[in-house]
């Protein structure tokens, strides 16, 4: 048993990453079912256009907010933005994420630090930045979009993986310190997305395997199942893989 969506309704979401793929996804499917939603990138254009949009489609608040989560400047201005206009956060949705195939000699320091800044160390300020008012309030959900690449190492991602890896700890430990204060973690773990991820650092639209990957929206969907667990109740892995992908 889930709850309807409509218990969502009215909830407020930080988004990470909004500008396209998951992100934008999961903004649009959070819009369409009640969710405000403070939407974060560092695409001003395309972060506009896109809140616009899903706001006058759906009639949700959607608050673009351009800043790099990977900094602390960038993660405290998202943070005032939120406490301005909605007072408080239910559901963080650490989703910004970057990656860049090749063997370990083919990646230098400035990759290394691209990667590990982007997913890790966004995901650890921006939880650190909104976990404080979930505990006085003793409710909200916290969420990563990982990757299959961060439960067992893959050929030509060993960065990537490493970066997602820690992402997974973080998430254990932290479901560990705050689920005695009735607030969830969630890390979802897809494996093949057709987004612009790693175009251009090692994927190709015009290589057939993209075709067979699954959806964007697949995995917002799979965020909503997530939050419409009961109070009881909550998922902190979830896998998801495209048909044609092998476990």
């Known amino acids: 048993m889930v709850i309807s969506s409509e218990e969502l309704r009215n909830k407020v979401a930080v988004v990470t990453g909004a500008s396209k793929g998951i992100g934008l996804s999961t903004m649009r499917l959070f819009a369409k079912h009640g969710i405000h939603t403070i939407a974060v990138a560092r695409s001003k254009e395309l972060l506009s256009d896109h809140a ?26 998202v943070y005032e933005v939120a406490k301005r206009e909605f007072s ?37 300020l921006c939880t650190r930045a909104f976990l404080p008012d979930m505990k006085k309030r ?17 050929p030509h991602e060993a960065v990537y993986c490493a970066s997602k890896f820690a992402q997974y700890g973080f998430a254990q430990a932290l479901d560990h310190e705050v689920r ?15 987004t612009e991820f790693a175009i251009g650092t090692g994927r190709d639209h015009e290589n057939p395997i993209m075709q067979n990957m699954m959806d964007s929206d697949d995995v917002a969907e799979s965020i909503l199942f997530t939050l419409r667990q009961t109070k009881k109740a ?14």
């Open 234 to 247: 909550r998922l902190f892995l979830l896998g998801m893989r495209p048909l044609q992908e092998v476990l």
């Open 52 to 77: 616009k949009d899903a706001q006058k489609e759906y009639g949700s608040t959607v608050i673009p907010v351009v800043a790099d989560v990977s900094t602390e400047e960038g993660v405290e201005a």
């Open 138 to 154: 003793k409710d909200g959900w916290v969420i990563f979009v990982g990757s299959v690449a961060g439960l067992r190492g893959l």
């Open 88 to 124: 408080f956060v239910d559901i963080l949705i650490n989703n910004v994420g970057v990656g860049k195939y090749g063997s370990v000699n083919e990646t230098d320091a400035k990759d290394y630090d691209w990667m590990m800044n982007s997913n890790m160390r966004s995901s650890f």
């Open 180 to 194: 005695k204060l009735n607030i969830k973690v969630t890390y979802i773990a897809p494996g093949g997305v057709h």
